[in-house]
């Protein structure tokens, strides 16, 4: 049973930085393919960033290009979104998933695609 925990969120003032990161246990995590998406009260869930299991692919939702950077440690199991520039507007709480990936250059862009999702923790930046 694959099992994703996030950690990493937390307060943050407008333009700051945060990095999460999301510990995979469970599996053969150079075997799948990451992602991050995030869903603010009130607001559907938008997908925001995605890694093939291998570090050559990747995909930002328009709303987060530029400023976050997805990436993975295969050796510590664990995927990383890193947040600079934060708007009050990325105030979400944040989702880690994972899916079996078919190549190793395979992502998936929308959040329909995982299979296994984490918990999620709070991110809330003031402005």
């Known amino acids: 049973q694959v099992q994703l925990v996030e950690s990493g969120g937390g307060l943050v003032q407008a333009g700051g930085s945060l990095r999460l990161s999301c510990a995979a246990s469970g599996c053969t995590f150079s075997n799948y393919a990451m992602g991050w998406s995030r869903q603010a009260p009130g607001k559907e869930r938008e997908f925001v960033a995605a890694?093939?299991?291998?570090?050559?692919?990747?995909f930002y939702a328009d709303s987060v290009k530029g400023r976050f950077t997805i990436s993975r440690d295969n050796a510590k199991n664990t995927v990383y979104l890193q947040m600079n520039s934060l708007k009050p507007e990325d105030t979400a709480v944040y989702y880690c998933a994972a899916r079996l990936s078919p190549t190793a250059a395979y992502i998936a862009t929308m959040s329909s695609g995982y299979s296994y999702w984490g918990q999620g923790t709070q991110v809330t930046v003031s402005s």
């Open positions: 890694i093939s299991r291998r570090n050559g692919n990747t």
